[in-house]
């Protein structure tokens, strides 16, 4: 039994010693560190350097307070815009009367602050109108909420 087993062991050796002799390879001892099995071996023995380990950036997350506003017509006017982002809106002014509403679109202004508002006065632009040509007020406000979020930079 024992050369049976000692036989089939050195028939092993032997087949894996023929396919290396004709392929040309070889196990070299840098290829066993790189994790390759085989390396191919011509004259002189060709070794790669071992490959730096790629450079991580690190980055790291921190967390940052984001706002974000709410801008809103309380009265007099109509909110036909606004970025969350900066705080900056445009509007039209409407009658609260008859609901007539300005050609034009009023811009330029931002608000920032919870609570901060823009006061303005205007008239009535339809002549059928009660309040034709008597001075209203628009008051546009502002909420701003906020979060903390994970930022990588």
């Known amino acids: 039994m024992k050369?049976?087993?000692t036989f089939v062991i050195a028939l092993a050796l032997l087949f894996s010693l023929c396919s290396c002799a004709e392929?040309?390879?070889q196990e070299t001892p840098s290829s066993r560190e790189?994790?390759?099995t085989m390396s191919p071996v011509t004259g002189t023995q060709q070794t790669e350097p071992p490959e730096a380990p790629a450079e991580t950036t690190s980055r790291q997350p921190h967390q940052e307070y984001v706002e974000t506003y709410f801008i809103y017509a309380e009265s007099g006017a109509?909110?036909?815009w606004f970025d969350s982002q900066t705080g900056?809106?445009?509007y039209k002014w409407k009658c609260e009367s008859c609901g007539t509403t300005q050609g034009g679109?009023?811009?330029g202004h931002r608000l920032t602050a919870s609570g901060?508002?823009?006061d303005s006065g205007f008239t009535c632009t339809n002549p059928n109108c009660e309040m034709w040509g008597k001075s209203q007020r628009a008051v546009i406000k502002c909420n701003?909420?906020?979060?903390w979020v994970g930022v990588y930079d």
């Not at 701003?144 to 979060?147: C, I």
Request: aromatic share 4%.
């Open 78 to 80: 109509v909110v036909t």
């Open 144 to 147: 701003v909420t906020g979060e």
């Open 88 to 90: 900056e809106f445009t």
């Open 116 to 118: 901060s508002s823009l």
């Open 105 to 107: 679109e009023t811009s």
């Open 3 to 5: 050369r049976i087993i």
């Open 34 to 36: 790189n994790g390759n």
């Open 23 to 25: 392929t040309g390879e």
